[in-house]
């Protein structure tokens, strides 16, 4: 079973440079129940990596349990639709979290 932990494990290769072009960003991840735990995934100057916990310079804290996370990176849940249905909370900028989204390879 994929964990979170393998997810964020992988992020920085299915990070896609050329669609991130000047960005400079952190966006934080706090996630809940089974498997969960903390996680700030950092864009800048055309890299990316993840570190554990949240940074205090993050943009963005994206908040949902563990499972919704695995489930949203492997395709079976729509990131709009958790959104909209109250299964992702985001404090900060959702400008860089729209943004974001679009970063990285999923399946």
Request: charged letters at 20%; one cysteine or more; a negative charge.
């Amino acid at each position: 079973m994929t964990t979170p932990a393998d997810i964020f494990a992988k992020t920085p290769q299915n990070f896609i440079a050329e669609k991130a072009g000047g960005m400079n960003a952190a966006v934080a991840f706090d996630l809940s129940g089974e498997n969960g735990g903390q996680w700030t995934v950092m864009i800048e100057n055309g890299t990316c990596t993840v570190e554990e916990g949240i940074a205090d310079n993050a943009d963005a804290t994206i908040s949902m349990t563990g499972s919704d996370y695995v489930d949203m990176m492997t395709g079976k849940l729509n990131p709009m639709m958790a959104f909209m249905g109250g299964k992702v909370k985001v404090s900060g900028d959702l400008n860089t979290v729209m943004k974001f989204q679009t970063l990285f390879k999923t399946g």
